[in-house]
């Protein structure tokens, strides 16, 4: 089987706007892989550190926001 990875990608990223806490920041309990791909696309801060939360970017932020619209919510 392939995996669309973007696809993945989309729906963490729309699922980190769940645990969206002080305003930029998300509990990161994602895979590594998926996190690591997030901070390579600019959306996330370098996941790799103690904190159990990452910092989203500007454009992180907004389009976890658009995708959590797009993805889950109801009409």
């Not at 990875?5 to 309990?29: M, V």
């Not at 996190?35 to 696309?41: G, V």
Request: charge should be negative; glycine fraction near 4%; proline fraction near 1%.
């Amino acid at each position: 089987m392939t995996v669309d990875e973007d696809k993945i990608d989309e729906a963490a990223l729309a699922l980190l706007h769940l645990t969206l806490h002080d305003g930029f920041r998300a509990w990161k309990n994602f895979d590594w892989t998926v996190l690591s791909r997030l901070h390579a696309k600019g959306f996330i801060e370098n996941p790799e550190n103690k904190t159990k939360s990452v910092e989203f970017s500007v454009d992180g932020l907004r389009e976890s926001k658009r995708l959590f619209d797009a993805l889950f919510k109801k009409a």
